[in-house]
């Protein structure tokens, strides 16, 4: 499978536009440093987070590029 440069620019846009409140309804509530640091670089986080955080995080980003 590939990824096209349309569909990864929009899991960057979809990552990059995550508020606070989504990832608390989607179950996980960030602390204020946690919240600083994903908001400031999404991408780094992510890739440092525990499993459970980066599946919130990929729930969100697959509701954004899928729902109808």
Request: glycine share 6%; net charge positive.
């Amino acid at each position: 499978m590939f990824v096209t440069s349309d569909q990864l620019r929009h899991v960057i846009a979809a990552m990059r536009s995550i508020d606070r409140d989504e990832l608390v309804i989607a179950g996980w509530r960030p602390t204020d440093i946690e919240w600083s640091n994903f908001r400031d670089n999404p991408y780094q986080f992510y890739l440092r987070a525990p499993s459970g955080q980066r599946g919130i995080i990929t729930d969100i980003i697959n509701s954004r590029i899928f729902r109808g």
